[in-house]
């Protein structure tokens, strides 16, 4: 069983951290958070820094490097470190509460 303060936990706490901060983060032509959109796919860490995965709602989404740097602002606050925001060419799909 780990125990606070080993790196296992500090991840999982620091992506709690993340996660909680972008629910703040709201998409500009929708006014639903990025969590709640489900276009946050993967919060991960190195020992150097946190790396957010993501899609966008659009692939030529005009406010995606907006975004971007808006979930890369938020992120490092939390976080307490730098963070790395990869945009995946993936399809976006809402979420069944918004079909």
């Not at 692939?59 to 938020?74: E, S």
């Given at each position: 069983m780990a125990?606070?303060?080993?790196?296992?936990?500090?991840e999982a706490e620091k992506q709690a951290k993340i996660l909680?901060?972008?629910?703040?983060?709201?998409?500009?032509?929708?006014?639903?958070?990025?969590?709640?959109?489900?276009?946050?796919?993967?919060?991960?860490?190195?020992?150097?820094?946190?790396e957010v995965k993501m899609v966008l709602t659009t692939?030529?989404?005009?406010?995606?490097?907006?975004?971007?740097?808006?979930?890369?602002?938020?992120s490092e606050q939390a976080a307490e470190m730098p963070v790395k925001v990869t945009v995946l060419p993936d399809k976006w799909e809402a979420p069944p509460w918004l079909r």
């Open positions: 125990e606070s303060g080993t790196p296992i936990v500090a909680n901060a972008l629910q703040a983060v709201l998409d500009p032509e929708i006014g639903i958070s990025v969590i709640d959109l489900d276009l946050i796919r993967e919060v991960s860490f190195t020992p150097e820094e946190a692939p030529f989404c005009p406010y995606g490097p907006m975004l971007t740097n808006q979930i890369q602002t938020v």
